[in-house]
């Protein structure tokens, strides 16, 4: 068996092991016997005697939240994982561009307007895609000797004013129901996930990752220079178009769901580049699943952990900053 195939079946094995804990733990805990038993009652539509509440609990409050870590996970982790191949860049990821705050200040605006949850996730998607034509617009004018610095500065001064618009719409918005519903979507949180919510989210990122599957093997060219892309019969500009838009549209879907929640994006992708290689073809599915692990394991222990939750995004860093400083070290050591 190849390392890249190995990977891939230990990273399912260990979503699976994933979701029943996360079935299981919580302040209303369910051992294993009672979740299989209760699942196989609802699926084969048989009867059991275990309480009503835990019906109510599993199928109603933690499916969907289950469900919708999974998403965010899988969605920030691809979305990193593609921009990191495009841009040629292994520190990119949605946060660094400013997709995040894009989407952020286009979901903080929808709600200041008072819309519904489906144009909060419009906004969020063309707030993030607004982000990452400013700045790849820039980092295309100025060009400077380093490419990549001039990008990752493009992203932390586009990111940084659009954090000014998000601050001033929180001046401005009513500090007794538009302000706490802000802040503590900015958080980042999956306490208040509603079936409809996962619904258009996952129809937003399925959309957008049927055309990054099976474009898979041309976008491995991107990580090429754009003659030599050229020669090899890809239309360099149109697929980075398509990519950026799928992307783009993952990220907005995340963000519009579980606020925002960094360090996905970026930590993700190296873990299972260390797994299944660099070819993107491999890394997308196995980064899918590593990221997908790995929100729902944060998920799980910010909703078990304390007697009130945490956010996640408190987590995310708490956990990717140590395994970031570990990656520069480990590629320091490699280059000396």
């Not at 399912?12 to 299989?36: H, K």
């Not at 921009?83 to 561009?97: A, R, T």
């Amino acid at each position: 068996m190849t390392k890249p195939s190995l990977a891939l079946l230990v990273a399912v094995a260990a979503l699976l092991a994933m979701i029943l804990i996360a079935f299981m733990v919580g302040r209303f805990a369910i051992s294993p016997g009672d979740l299989l038993t209760l699942l196989w009652a609802k699926f084969s539509s048989g009867t059991h005697a275990l309480p009503a509440n835990m019906e109510t609990v599993v199928m109603e409050i933690r499916g969907p939240r289950i469900f919708a870590s999974v998403l965010v996970g899988a969605a920030l982790a691809a979305a990193g994982a593609t921009y990191q191949n495009m841009f040629k860049n292994p520190l990119v990821s949605p946060d660094i561009l400013g997709v995040s705050a894009g989407a952020s200040l286009g979901a903080v605006l929808a709600i200041f307007l008072a819309l519904p949850v489906l144009a909060i996730q419009g906004f969020a998607f063309l707030g993030g895609l607004v982000a990452v034509a400013l700045i790849y617009a820039i980092g295309s004018v100025v060009r400077g000797r380093d490419p990549i610095l001039t990008l990752i500065l493009s992203g932390v001064v586009i990111g940084t004013l659009l954090g000014s618009g998000i601050a001033l719409i929180k001046y401005l918005a009513d500090p007794y129901n538009q302000l706490p519903a802000i802040t503590f979507w900015l958080l980042g949180s999956l306490a208040s996930i509603a079936p409809a919510d996962v619904k258009w989210a996952a129809l937003l990122i399925v959309v957008s990752l049927v055309p990054l599957w099976f474009l898979r093997w041309r976008i491995n060219l991107l990580s090429l220079s754009d003659d030599e892309a050229r020669t090899l019969g890809v239309n360099v500009t149109r697929l980075r178009i398509i990519v950026v838009a799928c992307a783009t549209l993952m990220t907005a879907a995340a963000v519009a769901i579980a606020g925002v929640i960094g360090w996905i994006g970026l930590v993700i992708p190296h873990a299972a580049r260390m797994l299944a290689g660099p070819e993107f073809a491999r890394l997308l599915p196995v980064t899918m699943l590593l990221g997908a692990t790995f929100m729902l394991a944060v998920d799980t222990v910010a909703r078990s952990i304390a007697n009130i939750e945490i956010p996640p995004g408190v987590l995310t860093a708490l956990l990717g900053t140590p395994f970031f400083i570990w990656l520069l070290w480990r590629a320091g050591r490699r280059q000396s």
